[in-house]
């Protein structure tokens, strides 16, 4: 009889953790589209970090679940609260400086600021909001087409790719 207490014990006690860290640290996550290519593929499975959100840790790089019109979708920060954003005939510039973006495999030849977005006053990005560009720049599922992200509608930042195995990955930003 004592066993089978310890036992349920030690199940309600394992349950409660998961769900502290389902809803407040980490969630699993099954990418549904290849916007992210070649970083991430439609159906790999990643582990997004919630805490980055809540703890206000979010950076310039870091690979991102939103929500935006009731669906999630996954896309790169390229610029953070402060920043001015812009292309310059396919040269990300941060704060009028270039910036290397080593995860694009395809070239990007365009030329605008972030004042050009949807719902963009200023080329300067305002507090609590971020510009969230797709890795395949040709799929405009991001910032081009919803403007500025909110911090609101951040679910996490990716924190680990666990499926496909062979594909494990821990480092997004290159």
């Known amino acids: 009889m ?3 207490v310890r036992s349920f014990v030690a199940l309600i006690l394992a349950i409660v953790v998961l769900c502290f860290l389902v809803l407040f640290i980490v969630i699993p996550y099954q ?7 070649p970083t991430l593929s439609m159906g ?7 805490l980055k959100v809540r703890l206000n840790m979010l950076e310039h790089g870091d690979v991102v679940v939103f929500q935006q019109n009731g669906t999630y979708h996954v896309g790169r920060i390229i610029g953070d609260p402060g920043q001015s954003v812009a292309y310059q005939s396919g040269q990300l510039e941060l704060d009028n400086r270039p910036v290397d973006e080593p995860y694009i495999h395809h070239a990007y030849e365009a030329t605008w600021s972030a004042r050009e977005l949807p719902n963009v006053e200023s080329d300067i990005i305002p507090p609590n909001q971020y510009l969230v560009l797709n890795d395949h720049r040709s ?8 403007g500025l992200i909110d911090k609101r509608d951040m679910i996490g930042s990716a924190l680990l790719r666990y499926f496909p195995l062979n594909q ?5 930003k290159n």
């Open 31 to 37: 990418v549904s589209q290849s916007s992210m290519a």
């Open 139 to 146: 799929d405009e599922g991001d910032s081009r087409r919803y």
């Open 44 to 50: 790999d499975r990643i582990i997004v970090n919630k």
């Open 168 to 172: 494990t990955t821990v480092n997004f």
């Open 2 to 4: 004592r066993t089978i």
